[in-house]
């Protein structure tokens, strides 16, 4: 089923969002200090392409960079991000067919406000442990 629910992602918006989010990396990557926001990038990238049956952890020994990185996200772009996977999220729940696609843009509100500090994960994973 997680399957057959990728592809109609993919299909229906997945592929272009993650496009979006690959080219914002690029942008991101110019610059120095734009590199860590970059790979941020690049990791909702790869969560925005394959959604189902994965999931947005904390990350081990996320420090203070990340929280004040992601200071800075939430200011310059996380907040816009949001919004559009709200937007998003609430066009696709509309129809019956489009809920797990609005539930899936919703569950990308997280990572899309904070990127810094996270790792995604198979939902049938353990939790990685610290130590």
Known sequence: ?????????????GLWLALGYVVAGLVL????????FAIASFRMANFA??????????????????????VLWLLLAGWWLALGHIVTGIAQCVTIIGIPLGIANFKLIPVSLFPMGKQIIDSDDRLPTRG
């Open 1 to 13: 089923m997680q399957l057959l629910l990728n592809v109609i992602w993919l299909i229906f918006g």
């Open 29 to 36: 990557g110019i610059t120095i200090i734009g590199i860590p």
């Open 49 to 70: 392409l394959w959604p189902f049956g994965r999931r947005l952890v904390d990350e081990p020994g996320a420090g203070a960079f990340s929280s004040i990185g992601n």
